[in-house]
């Protein structure tokens, strides 16, 4: 096939995840990970997991990061650019609607009977992902005891970011001996990165400016580590304490809505930009966030293929993707206590997985089909 079909494959599905996907970044991932590598062959499973792994390793948001990568992949710089932007574009626009009605009504639109038959769709989804991806993972006994330990101390309550470099630490020390024991500090430079937004804190409201907004939402994007739920700490000390430009409540209802449009959970940026300046902060936020996920990505997919030359960063690189992998799990477990709960939402788990497991459907059907028998259910049963 010629380059321009190329990119045209990677711009109809990432245009068509970016539409239809839910669940946050595990979700989508997994998507990712059923369309591109099981259904359409672009890459291996290692491949396709230790860019998982890399994604973690820098800042911004993962999903958008990977799509980024695998339009690289498939169809070079102009399907990295294509696969980034049109999975944040249909969020944004879905967005911006909702956020018009949230200024005009006051309130937003109930979707939770499309989200109550979603939910065990995504489950199975990520079932599925994690299941091909474990066994490429999983590399011996260390790892899977790494992983382990990751899940479980992930539902315990400990951070994230602390676990997914405890378990690379681990498998590096693990197989290389005490010569490398100097590298492990270098992990905790991540650490002051996650309080740069909470130590800023301002007595009282400043005045609005699109300039600060834009370097606003340009720092944050560049030091927020972790899943989509993270942003609910950098913005509260950013716009609600340091600059009083929001509420609680508002900055409540902007992360909700990251969570029932398709597409990156980020895209609360554009929530409250158009809070903050109508449409064109709304715009210059959206930019301001995504902005500096483009240079990571770009700059890790040119020394991934070294990270796996070196023994001592192959290491490394095992126990990041392990880390990620429990991570996944960790988050499926929360989402399936949340999604699955009761007799329909079980049966439509089950269903799911066979499915996911036995064919090779496309995602956004098994979404939308997801979607819809949740309305259908409610509206007869509910």
Not at 174 to 181: A, D, E, H, P, S
């Amino acid at each position: 096939m010629s380059k321009r079909t190329y990119l045209k494959e990677v711009a109809s599905l990432f245009l068509k995840i970016g539409a239809t996907a839910f669940g946050g970044p595990a979700a989508y991932i997994a998507i990712m990970q059923r369309e591109t590598v099981r259904n359409r062959r672009w890459l291996d499973e290692q491949g396709f997991l230790d860019m998982v792994g890399a994604t973690n390793l820098i800042p911004g948001p993962n999903a958008t990061e990977m799509a980024m990568y695998l339009g690289l992949v498939r169809a070079g710089w102009w399907g990295y650019a294509a696969a980034g932007l049109l999975f944040i574009i249909p969020a944004m626009l879905a967005t911006l609607v909702l956020a018009w009605v949230y200024v005009a009504y006051g309130s937003l639109p109930q979707v939770g009977w499309v989200l109550y038959g979603v939910k065990p769709i995504v489950i199975a989804i990520i079932i599925q992902a994690l299941w091909d991806l474990g066994r490429k993972a999983v590399k011996g006994w260390l790892t899977a005891i790494v992983g382990a330990g990751v899940i479980a101390s992930y539902i315990l309550g400990f951070n994230e970011i602390a676990l997914l470099f405890a378990g690379a630490g681990i498998v590096l020390l693990f197989q290389g001996g005490r010569r490398l024991i100097k590298v492990s500090p270098s992990a905790m430079l991540v650490v002051p990165l996650l309080k740069v937004p909470i130590s800023m804190l301002s007595a009282g409201v400043i005045p609005f400016s699109q300039i600060t907004l834009f370097l606003s939402f340009l720092k944050i994007g560049s030091v927020i580590y972790g899943s989509g739920y993270v942003l609910l700490a950098f913005f509260n000390s950013e716009f609600v304490v340091r600059l009083g430009w929001l509420t609680h409540q508002q900055l409540l209802d902007a992360i909700a809505v990251g969570q029932i449009t398709p597409g990156p959970v980020a895209s609360s940026a554009t929530f409250v930009g158009y809070l903050m300046g109508g449409l064109p902060s709304a715009l210059l936020a959206t930019l301001a966030f995504f902005l500096p996920s483009f240079f990571f990505t770009a700059l890790v997919s040119r020394i991934l293929p070294w990270l796996r030359k070196s023994w001592w960063s192959g290491a490394f690189l095992d126990g990041v993707n392990i880390s990620a992998l429990g991570l996944m799990l960790g988050v499926t477990w929360q989402l399936g206590q949340a999604g699955v709960v009761d007799w329909f939402t079980i049966l439509l788990t089950f269903v799911s997985l066979f499915l996911v497991f036995r064919s090779k459907i496309n995602s956004a059907w098994l979404i939308l089909g997801g979607g819809l028998l949740g309305m259908g259910y409610q509206l007869v049963l509910g």
